[in-house]
């Protein structure tokens, strides 16, 4: 049974930063792309990053790109997202997800996804 677990999402002003991690279990995690994708109130789930299974290639959403950093520890089973800079329209629950597929941009290649985690930024 796949888990993937989120953390370490919170209300923080504009221009903070925040870690999200994600836990997996139940799968060789070493063999998955794991995807980072958000959901604002009334809009619908959005790409965000994904990091290939060796980390050797990352996607960014545009919206994104240059403030956020995907990356993993295959040792710890664990997929992480930096947010730098962040910006009031960053606020939405963040999950992850995992495939099998060799890159994954939109939500229909995944899955297996975690239950999601706040993020708020205030301005």
């Known amino acids: 049974q796949v888990q993937l677990v989120e953390s370490g999402g919170g209300l923080v002003q504009a221009g903070a930063s925040l870690r999200l991690s994600c836990a997996a279990a139940g799968l060789t995690f070493s063999s998955y792309t794991m995807g980072w994708f958000r959901q604002a109130p009334g809009k619908e789930r959005e790409f965000v990053a994904a990091?290939?299974?060796?980390?050797?290639?990352?996607y960014y959403a545009d919206s994104v790109k240059g403030r956020f950093t995907g990356s993993r520890d295959n040792a710890k089973n664990t997929v992480y997202l930096q947010m730098n800079s962040l910006k009031p329209e960053d606020t939405a629950v963040y999950y992850c997800?995992?495939?099998?597929?060799?890159?994954?941009?939109?939500?229909?290649?995944?899955?297996?996804w975690g239950q999601g985690t706040q993020v708020t930024v205030s301005s």
């Open positions: 990091v290939s299974w060796s980390a050797g290639s990352t």
């Open positions: 997800a995992a495939t099998w597929r060799k890159n994954g941009l939109t939500s229909r290649d995944y899955p297996y």
